[in-house]
């Protein structure tokens, strides 16, 4: 069973430009977490969703970040405009009946110059 | 004060020998534990978890849980060059979202 995956592995952009990161969570998962890792911050939960619904945003930094989830299988996290500070590695996270047992993705890295 | 803790490293024991790593948490509430293990450049995975007080084993790593003293640990026996990583300590809470340490990064000497 293929896990959870997202895209882009790296992104490169410059300050001001709108990013968008996708996740296709495992099948069958119905709750869905993005979580931002930073040397600085460690890994922090931005927003997480149950059956495709948005539960708890209390993480998203600014109006900047928004998320959705449009159905069971996919979902994606928007900065506009991005800026420098918004640098990390961005992971995705399915499980099944939120029970805590948490299946990340790859991550992707973004670089905003 | 943060909502998990983890014992500051980075920790480095010999091949062979027991590690152990300590996380405490603030949520009285919280139910469920869990311990990832992250290798450099990797996503985090999940190798542990616990939801009683006292003791789970699982080959060579025992997680370990006092709800009392709010006090979560995981020993690993017999460590090995590749237990080298860094360990995330996770709580679950109530309101149905994990919330991590800031990890402990782990270096096992051969």
């Known amino acids: 069973d293929a896990g959870v995956i997202q895209s882009p592995r790296h992104e490169v952009t410059e300050m001001g430009q709108e990013v968008t990161l996708r996740c296709k969570p495992i099948s069958g998962h119905n709750s869905l977490f993005w979580y931002r890792q930073t040397m600085m911050r460690g890994l922090e939960l931005l927003i997480y969703f149950n059956n495709n619904v948005p539960i708890d945003d209390s993480g998203m930094p600014e109006d900047r970040f928004s998320a959705k989830m449009p159905n069971a299988s996919f979902s994606t996290l928007k900065i506009q405009p991005s800026e420098p500070r918004d640098s990390a590695v961005y992971f995705c996270?399915?499980?099944?009946?939120?029970?805590?047992?948490?299946?990340f993705g790859e991550g992707s890295r973004l670089t905003v110059l | 004060q943060k909502e998990v803790e983890q014992n500051s490293g980075p920790l480095s024991v010999p091949e062979g020998a027991i590690a152990s790593l300590n996380c405490t948490y603030s949520?009285?509430?919280?139910?469920?534990f869990f311990w990832y293990r992250q290798y450099s450049g990797k996503s985090p995975e999940l190798i542990m978890f616990?939801?009683?007080?006292g003791d789970k084993e699982d080959g060579r790593f025992t997680a370990q849980l006092n709800k009392a003293s709010q006090y979560v640990s995981l020993l690993i026996r017999d460590s090995q060059p590749s237990d080298s990583a860094t360990y995330l300590c996770a709580v679950f809470s109530n309101a149905g979202k994990s919330t991590f340490g800031d990890g402990t990064t782990l270096t096992v000497k051969p």
């Open positions: 616990i939801y009683s007080n």
């Open positions: 949520d009285r509430g919280s139910q469920s």
């Open positions: 996270a399915s499980t099944p009946d939120n029970t805590g047992e948490l299946f």
